[in-house]
């Protein structure tokens, strides 16, 4: 099979570019290595340096040399939830536009195929818990209001011209594969933060929030890991080359439907690396729902997929191993 991953320099598109190659799979990756590097390119993935909104680079790259791919999986795009909220235009353009050019680029390439990197901030603040995903859709941040536009645009691309999408819906990304996992720079992520101040590199973890309507007061999220995303998008990618799911497309929740407060992760980061972790309070975000927790049945039982990893502390773990290669690397 061939793929073509839009953001497959950065961490997730990345560690879907390394177990398809793998795999046995053939990859071209699409980067404008804006918040990444040429050294995270995989051994053996075909490079495209090129931005999203750039429409000519992206319709070269899709037809070079008489290529032609089984599907194109989207993860390119901004994804900060604060940044979004104080600089939208910015995500109007990068997340929007960019994926107009790359539908034009597609439907003018003859592939038409896509899995979009979507996300649980389509949700906003659910009315219940865990989230179906027939539920509201409700963004409470500019990021979530840019994921479901994308969604609005991919159901009338096709009707238009017969593309075939589906839409992961992801909850919270974790965790890493041997030699390869999550760092962003500036990082905001929490799991990458943690484990920066049990490695010494920061020294304490900002808890923002602390009066939210959970357990402990602080955000609880659905952590899913980057592997078992990785099998959801090829059990997606399978699903709607064999059938076509019309313009309504495939919509399925990524998550593990274990939910965890930010509280709960730092001890889960105790335990596996045995440092002590000073955490710090702070008010909260804007833009932050309180809770958000996935029910993943629909994918599970249409697709067939399962998470591998079902706790909090395996997912931690395999974060740790990577963080601390990382180190030995820096």
Known sequence: ????????????????????LAAGHEVAIYDNFRHSTRMTIPPGAKLFEG???????LRQALS???????????????IEVGQSVTEPELYFHNNIAGTISLI???VATRHGRLIFSSSAAVYGEPLKTPIVEDAATIPTNPYGETKLEIERMLRWSAGAHGLRYAA?????????????????????HIIPLILDAALGLRENIA????????????????????????RAHLLALDAINKNDPGPAGLIYNLGNGQGFTVKEMVDSARRVTGAAIPTVSKPRRAGDPAVLLADSGKIKKELGWEPKFDSIDAIMASAWEWHKVRRRRA
Request: proline share 3%.
């Open 207 to 230: 808890i923002f929030g602390k009066d939210y309507p959970t357990r402990d007061g602080t955000c609880l999220r659905d952590y899913v890991h980057v592997e078992d995303l990785t």
């Open 51 to 57: 931005d999203l909104q750039d429409t000519d680079r």
């Open 168 to 188: 992961l819906r992801y909850f919270n990304v974790a965790g890493a594969i041997p030699g390869y996992g999550e760092s962003h720079e500036p990082e905001t």
């Open 104 to 106: 034009e680029a597609m």
């Open 1 to 20: 099979m061939k793929v073509f991953i839009t953001g497959g320099a950065g961490y997730i598109g990345g560690t879907v570019a390394r177990i398809l």
């Open 64 to 78: 070079d040399g008489g290529a032609h791919y089984d599907g194109v999986m989207h993860f390119a795009g901004l």
